[in-house]
Each structure stands twice: as structure tokens, then as C-alpha cells.
């Protein structure tokens, strides 16, 4: 097949720190062309995914996040170098709604954010030329009668990932400066247990600042270490030597690729069963779920959950060879379906 993505303008694939979706575009893009496919990836100009670049790309001020002009420029360029595809991947919201692609080629598109009721009026119309994945069973539950043709979890390369000792003495936060990742429960939640927590996040947007300022900083005392946006061999190794990683998450996030990047170095979850969590974490087996004044009491317990076991969760569930077949056998179906409706009665 020919393989053509788009990621948006602002955030290179990969990410150097943050950027789940660009992390999940960039793990598509390599298994892809590992399994003998031709991919084309429309992103930033300043990628270095090391798959055949879309030319004439440009990077767009990071401050311009979200911006419906940024991105549509960025969709306009990406449709027009992927004119020769045999389907395309869109992972943007203005490409698949714009329809500026090549007659006759697929488009899929991943819902990567939260469906808020803008955004369900956005995929319905989605919905009626192009075919949405989801990226958790909670995620599609949320708008009935969506027509999204594949619920796939995201997965991870597993070969970057080394499984920790869980002998820090601590535990760990990594996640965005929000009320809705939880990192202030996350603070309860360590200060009740008597144990040390150690937040990696990122404080980059106006309003992660203000939070910061305003609500963290000011109660932060000498058991609690913050650090800013860190990279993937930090972040594993901090997430590795924890006690548990604690996720919890005061929204029904659609997914949660801490989690499964928790697991993979072998360490608990302690979490809200929001969203995705339940479909990730197995309860007593890799972590546990509960409401947020019950998580102190469970760091024990967590803590003596086999690693090896949260470990083979994701090498069984969440792994990026397992994400990559998923959506190759999607291309190969909507291809032929394709071809199908192309030929003459």
C-alpha cells in the first residue's frame, strides 16, 4: 500500500518532549514502512520520522496551537502532496472536514481529543466522507450513532523501553500543568501515603502557567520534585524506579498513553476509572482504580504487583506491532471497498 499521514503543523514527529499524537503518528509511520508499506508523512517541517517526507511543509508557531488558519494551510499543502496514495491517514480535524484531498483515495481520521459537543458536530460531518478510528471503547460510547468503523488502542515500541526496578522510594506524575490530569490529587494523594512524589509536566500554555502559579506552586513542600517537560529516556526511568504512577485523571480522557508507558517499564497504575482507564489498567493485576481518597491507602499494595506482569499487559494489549496490524487490515478493507464501488456493475 501507499501510506500516506498528516500530523499538524505545530509539534515535529517525533516529539522531543511532548506530544502524544505526534509520538502515535511517528510509531505508524516507522511500522508501517517495517512491514514493506510506501509512507508519505505530511507534518511539521522539522520532523525527522525517517519515512519520506511531504516537501514544501512548514512549522508553525508552537503559540498557534489549535489556530483553524494554521491548520488548514498545513491540510491544504499536505492534501496536494499526497495526490499518488492509495489511502490517507488523517490525524488533524480541518483535513477530513475541508475535503481537499484526491478524488477516489480513503481518508481515515483518529479521534485523538476529547468529544465535546463542538466536536461531535464536527465528526458527524466527518462521518459522512471519511471513516473514524477511536481510540477507546468509552471514547466512541460518547456520541451514539457515530459512524466509527474501528475502536484501536494506541501501542507503543516496547524496544525503547527498559523495565525498571520500582525501587525509588517514590512515586511519579508525568503528565500536562491541568486540573483534568489530577496532578493536585496526585500531591493528596503522595502527602496522605507519607511518600515522596516526584511531577515531570509540561508548563508551556497560558493557562497551564496560570494553574501552576496560582494552585501548585504555592502548596508544593519538600517531598514534592517538579520538573518541566522531560524526554522518553528520562521519562522511562522515572516512571521505572517509582513505587506506582499515579494518573488521577478528573475527566473520561479517551485514552492515556502514560499508562501504558507506565506499564511498560513495569510500574503500577493508581487511578480514576475514567475514560479509558479500565480498558487499560486491570484491576489487581496492574494497578488499581478508585475514587481519589482511596489511592493513598493502595501505594502498598500497588507497589507489590508483579512488574513482570504490567509489563506482558502491554506487550499483549499495547504494543506497536499489535496497533500497526490494526490499522493496516482497516487501510486493506477500505481500499478494497474502494476498488469495489469504483467498478462497473
Not at 87 to 92: A, G, L, S
Not at 278 to 299: H, N, Q, R
Request: with cysteine; hydrophobic share 40%; proline share 8%.
Amino acid at each position: 500500500m501507499r501510506i500516506g499521514l498528516v500530523a499538524g503543523p505545530w509539534i515535529p514527529v517525533p516529539p522531543p518532549t511532548y506530544g502524544g499524537t505526534e509520538r502515535v503518528v511517528d510509531t505508524l509511520a516507522r511500522g508501517f514502512a517495517e512491514s514493506g508499506h510506501e509512507v508519505m508523512l505530511a507534518a511539521s517541517s522539522d520532523s525527522r520520522c525517517p519515512v519520506r517526507l511531504v516537501p514544501g511543509m512548514r512549522t508553525s508557531d508552537p503559540r498557534e496551537l489549535g489556530f483553524t488558519l494554521s491548520e488548514l494551510s498545513h491540510v491544504v499543502r499536505a492534501y496536494e502532496g499526497l495526490r499518488d496514495v492509495d489511502i490517507i491517514h488523517d490525524h488533524t480535524l480541518a483535513g477530513p472536514l475541508c475535503r481537499c484531498g484526491p478524488s477516489g483515495v480513503p481518508v481515515v481520521t483518529t479521534i485523538h481529543g476529547p468529544l465535546t459537543p463542538s466536536a461531535k458536530d464536527v465528526y458527524r460531518a466527518i462521518g459522512r466522507t471519511a471513516s473514524i478510528i477511536s481510540i477507546s471503547r468509552d471514547q466512541a460510547s460518547r456520541v451514539p450513532g457515530l459512524p466509527v468503523r474501528a475502536v484501536i488502542h494506541h501501542g507503543i515500541d516496547l524496544s525503547s523501553v527498559p523495565v525498571g526496578t520500582g525501587q525509588g522510594g517514590y512515586v511519579c506524575f508525568v503528565g500536562r500543568m491541568s486540573p483534568d490530569k489530577g496532578v493536585l490529587e496526585a500531591i493528596r494523594i503522595a502527602r496522605q501515603a507519607g511518600v515522596p512524589l516526584r511531577i515531570a509536566t509540561k508548563i508551556r500554555e497560558p493557562e497551564e502557567i496560570q494553574y501552576f502559579e496560582e494552585v501548585i506552586k504555592p502548596i508544593l513542600g519538600p517531598n514534592e520534585d517538579v520538573t518541566g517537560e522531560v524526554d522518553n529516556a528520562e521519562k522511562y526511568h522515572l516512571m521505572g524506579e517509582a513505587l506506582a504512577f499515579l494518573n488521577p485523571i478528573q475527566w473520561s480522557e479517551p485514552f492515556g498513553l502514560v499508562m501504558i508507558e507506565a506499564l511498560a517499564t513495569g510500574t503500577p497504575v493508581l487511578g480514576t476509572p475514567f475514560g479509558s482507564a479500565p480498558e487499560i489498567v486491570s484491576d489487581g493485576i496492574t494497578g488499581y482504580l478508585a475514587s481519589t481518597d482511596k489511592l493513598a491507602a493502595m501505594i502498598p499494595a500497588a507497589a507489590d504487583l508483579s512488574r513482570a506482569q504490567c509489563r506482558a499487559r502491554v506487550e499483549q494489549h499495547f504494543s506497536a506491532e499489535r496497533m500497526v496490524a490494526d490499522h493496516l487490515r482497516l487501510f486493506a478493507n477500505l481500499i478494497e471497498e474502494q476498488r469495489g464501488a469504483e467498478s462497473p456493475a
